[in-house]
């Protein structure tokens, strides 16, 4: 059977404590579906993420992380997005020269009212990471049938 047919990612999320992770909770209480895929970590702030915790984690075999935080202007702690933001366009070029394709790390502003909209994003990411395949850059083998997901022949 072929593998990538019945690839379901794993992704993580790094969550904002006062917008996203209540807009996660909001999705919950409001039962709007959205893949089961993804792991929440909640953070003070989007400011706070180390890219180290992304790298990491990609290199840990997940097949796609989320980062979201505060709408720019909106942040709690006046300044938090922005400096994620800035941290995240940085991260993209590492990511590039270890071989992660980038498109693995997606980057959303979820605000607390907007449990609709984060349900829509997580489906999003994930409709997107089955389409990369899986993670196979640290990966001691990599199946023949995934090969092509990943740039290669097969």
């Given at each position: ?49 180390n890219p180290l915790f992304i790298v990491k984690a990609l ?96």
């Open positions: 059977m072929n593998e990538c047919l019945d690839f379901e990612p794993k992704i993580v999320a790094f969550l904002c404590n006062w917008c996203s992770y209540a807009g996660a909770d909001l999705a919950g209480i409001g039962r709007f579906q959205y893949p089961p895929n993804i792991r929440v970590i909640r953070v003070p702030c989007s400011g706070r993420i290199v840990s075999g997940v097949d796609g992380v989320l980062v979201s935080g505060c709408h720019p202007g909106d942040c709690h702690y006046l300044q938090g997005n922005y400096i994620a933001r800035r941290k995240f366009t940085l991260l993209k070029e590492l990511l590039s020269s270890m071989g992660l394709w980038e498109g693995r790390v997606h980057f959303s502003w979820v605000s607390a009212a907007e449990g609709q909209r984060f349900a829509e994003v997580v489906s999003e990411v994930t409709q997107k990471i089955r389409l990369v395949g899986p993670n196979t850059a640290f990966a001691k083998e990599i199946p023949a049938a995934c090969a092509c997901a990943e740039g290669g022949a097969a």
